[in-house]
């Protein structure tokens, strides 16, 4: 059964604080699928904030540019987000799955994490002003 699991959120951060995500698959090897970094406040529609190809290279959503870094250590079949310069507008709860594209979301991150095993629960990051 695979199974995906997200961790290092928490919070309150101040603003201009670090994070690091990690997002660990077990039950397949994902070395050949891009990995996706997703996040969804309340009220708002989900969003990739980034995403790495199966082959490293690195997309983000303008939002996070600059601030946001992803990584992917296939032997520990984990994607990592490390997060800088951390801004309130950065609080949700932060998924990641396997597959997809790069600039693409779905409409509701929730509901994808309750409906396909691919998708974890998700991490909250809280970020204080």
């Known amino acids: 059964e695979v199974q995906v699991m997200e961790s290092g959120g928490g919070g309150p951060v101040q603003a201009g604080g670090s994070l690091r995500l990690s997002c660990t698959a077990s039950g397949r090897s994902f070395d050949d699928s891009g990995m996706g970094w997703y996040r969804q406040a309340p009220g708002t529609e989900c969003e990739q904030v980034s995403f790495?190809?199966?082959?490293?290279?690195?997309y983000y959503a303008d939002s996070v540019k600059g601030r946001f870094t992803i990584s992917r250590d296939n032997a520990k079949n984990t994607v990592y987000l490390q997060m800088n310069s951390l801004k309130p507008e950065d609080t949700a709860v932060y998924h990641c799955a396997p597959g997809g594209e790069a600039a693409q979301a779905p409409s509701n991150c929730t509901v994808m994490a309750a409906l396909d095993n691919y998708w974890g629960q998700g991490t909250q990051v809280t970020v204080s002003s």
């Open positions: 790495i190809s199966h082959d490293g290279r690195p």
